[in-house]
């Protein structure tokens, strides 16, 4: 392959849609997860082009891992895809600091180090590369996620801070801010999908593909001079009012 990716949480929802749309833009990649059954559904998507390495990428040891699967599989990391991430729904008064610091490791920590592991390991010494962060809508409270908003917003300003010291590297960060998008994930928060759209100013979910796609265009050449950016997704929900709430699980 002439180009390489990491795509972590590749097993599912906008991480598979990822590394689908990567691939058929001509990269190899490597794809992360906790769960080897739908990361190996993935592979047999893309085939002998795709690797998989499972794990929790909150673990060193995982990360180290990662990449040096890419870089002996293909010899390169022209970019890095952070979207694994989870949180639970919580009122800001009855999150623990065990289940603030799970999230933060999580959403936070661990891109940061695969991050940097990257930059320093192929990135930086090879004059270039592209990370594309997954995060939460920049400019909207969402009630019930105060340890994830805070993580995600600091990738947000990691991300930012990155491109202007690595810019003179040939690196551009951006991220990518997903609303409602009909996944897995999103399903498993038993909320009436009907009752979502209709609050969604293009009054759909948005799909896994669509965001795929974003990630493919930011990893291409035609995004070759934007960095530090948060590009939200999402039908026109960041522009609502920031108090908008979702509806309530159903029950």
């Known amino acids: 392959?002439?180009?390489?990716?990491?795509?972590?949480?590749?097993?599912?929802?906008?991480?598979?849609?990822?590394?689908?749309?990567?691939?058929?833009?001509?990269?190899?990649?490597?794809?992360?997860?906790?769960?080897?059954?739908?990361?190996?559904?993935?592979?047999?998507?893309?085939?002998?082009?795709c690797v998989v390495h499972p794990g929790d990428i909150r673990g060193p040891e995982v990360q180290a891992g990662l990449v040096d699967e890419c870089l002996e599989r293909f010899g390169r990391i022209d970019c890095l895809v952070n979207n694994a991430g989870g949180q639970f729904t919580a009122a800001a008064e009855d999150i623990t600091p065990g289940g603030w610091r799970a999230v933060r490791r999580l959403n936070l920590d661990a891109p940061w180090f695969l991050t940097q592991a990257v930059a320093k390991r192929w990135m930086i010494p090879n004059g270039?590369?592209?990370?594309?962060?997954?995060?939460?809508?920049?400019?909207?409270?969402?009630?019930?996620?105060?340890?994830?908003?805070?993580?995600?917003?600091?990738?947000?300003?990691l991300t930012r801070t990155l491109a202007m010291e690595w810019g003179r590297h040939g690196i551009a960060l951006n991220c990518v801010a997903p609303g409602w998008i009909d996944t897995e994930g999103v399903r498993g928060y038993g909320l009436d999908l009907d009752e979502v759209a209709a609050q969604v100013p293009m009054k759909r979910l948005g799909s896994a593909a669509e965001v795929g796609d974003l990630i493919a265009f930011l990893a291409s050449p035609a995004a070759g001079y934007v960095t530090g950016q948060t590009i939200a997704i999402d039908g026109g929900v960041d522009?609502?009012?920031?108090g908008w709430e979702p509806p309530q699980p159903r029950g």
């Open 128 to 157: 270039g590369g592209r990370v594309i962060s997954v995060v939460l809508c920049p400019e909207r409270g969402i009630a019930g996620m105060a340890h994830s908003s805070a993580a995600r917003a600091g990738m947000g300003a």
């Open 1 to 49: 392959m002439e180009r390489a990716a990491i795509v972590t949480g590749g097993g599912t929802g906008i991480g598979r849609a990822a590394a689908l749309a990567l691939h058929r833009d001509g990269f190899g990649v490597v794809i992360a997860g906790r769960r080897a059954e739908p990361l190996e559904e993935t592979h047999a998507l893309i085939g002998e082009a």
């Open 239 to 242: 522009l609502t009012s920031s």
